[in-house]
T-cell receptor, first 108, second 115 residues
Framework: RKEVEQDPGPFNVPEGATVAFNCTYS??????FFWYRQDCRKEPKLLMS???SGNEDGRFTAQLNRASQYISLLIRDSKLSDSATYLC?????????FGSGTKLNVKP | ETGVTQTPRHLVMGMTNKKSLKCEQH?????MYWYKQSAKKPLELMFV???????ENNSVPSRFSPECPNSSHLFLHLHTLQPEDSALYLC??????????????FGPGTRLTVL
């Protein structure tokens, strides 16, 4: 079983839509959690860390459910510039495990 | 310079060449990583260094040879590569901690083409 699993998509949404991505992780000892964004042919960039209490950064909200071992990312009021691949990342004992990414296409 | 830098940004080499990729981090981190990303594929971890000691070698062929002379610099020496080694090579750094690492930051990558 993969350490981190994500729906590859693509999610095709119109501008202004709300879209949610989920991610599951297999090891309950995982310690820290992140969402990264990767544009085509570029490096992954940290979007936000994910905390147990949930956290929000502008239009982006991340949630962690340790009991169910899943992480979510909600994007409100999608912009064309949100089009990218979103990577779910889990850290356990200083080793990072990457999901294969969920592709988002925001269309005019 | 800030963050994580990598040179060169693009590299074309023949199968018999020897070249090196360089990474430098300016974040004061104590761990550095090499990843490979082939076209439309997920990231593959290659090597991890913590405090200049290699702590992970993810079954990488010996034609890739890492070197970490200090906590700020990481090299990937390449020799007798194959065309299937063509990919984006990404360097990253983080701060190892007892409770698990904080965020990992990536350099812009070296796009390698092996002819």
């Amino acid at each position: 079983r993969k350490e981190v699993e994500q729906d590859p998509g693509p999610f095709n949404v119109p501008e202004g839509a709300t879209v949610a991505f989920n991610c599951t992780y297999s090891n309950s000892a995982s310690q820290s959690f992140f969402w990264y964004r990767q544009d085509c042919r570029k490096e992954p960039k940290l979007l936000m860390s994910v905390y147990s209490s949930g956290n929000e950064d502008g239009r982006f909200t991340a949630q962690l459910n340790r009991a169910s071992q899943y992480i979510s990312l909600l994007i409100r009021d999608s912009k064309l510039s949100d089009s990218a691949t979103y990577l779910c990342v889990v850290n356990r004992f200083n080793k990072f495990y990457f999901g294969s990414g969920t592709k988002l296409n925001v269309k005019p | 310079e800030t963050g994580v830098t990598q040179t060169p940004r693009h590299l074309v080499m023949g199968m018999t060449n020897k070249k090196s990729l360089k990474c430098e981090q300016h974040l004061g981190h104590n761990a550095m990583y090499w990843y490979k990303q082939s076209a439309k594929k997920p990231l593959e971890l290659m090597f991890v260094y913590s405090l200049e000691e290699r702590v992970e070698n993810n079954s990488v062929p010996s034609r890739f040879s890492p070197e970490c002379p200090n906590s700020s610099h990481l090299f990937l020496h390449l020799h007798t590569l194959q065309p299937e080694d063509s990919a984006l090579y990404l360097c990253a750094s983080s701060q190892f901690a007892v409770g698990g690492s904080n965020e990992q930051f990536f350099g812009p990558g070296t796009r390698l083409t092996v002819l």
